[in-house]
């Protein structure tokens, strides 16, 4: 059973940083897509960006220049550096992990991203 943890979430004013982490247990994070999701107050989940087991990468549009996914395969951790963030980034973040050859998708918690004005 494959464990993915959230953190790194926080109140930041808009043009601040913020780096989520998804660390994963019970498998290899290098077998996996690797996603984060978000979903505002009342709004759809929506992907953010996603990496692949080979290390490419897409994002939304609404992102796009400004939100970095990555992952440390030898600490099974992927994570979503956040920069020039606006106050429609709020919302709950998710990861999740999609399993290459099984489509086994796990998820995390989410964790609580706040942008103020």
């Known amino acids: 059973q494959v464990q993915l943890v959230e953190s790194g979430g926080g109140l930041v004013q808009t043009g601040g940083s913020l780096r989520l982490s998804c660390a994963a247990s019970g498998s290899n994070l290098s077998l996996y897509v690797m996603c984060w999701y978000r979903q505002a107050p009342g709004s759809q989940r929506e992907l953010v960006a996603l990496?692949?087991?080979?290390?490419?990468?897409k994002y939304a549009s609404f992102v796009k220049g400004r939100f970095t996914i990555s992952k440390d395969n030898a600490k099974n951790t992927a994570y979503l550096q956040m920069n020039g963030l606006k106050p429609e980034d709020t919302g709950v973040y998710f990861c999740s992990g999609v399993h290459r050859i099984s489509g086994e998708e796990y998820w995390g918690q989410g964790t609580q991203v706040t942008v103020s004005s």
């Open positions: 990496v692949t087991p080979g290390g490419g990468t």
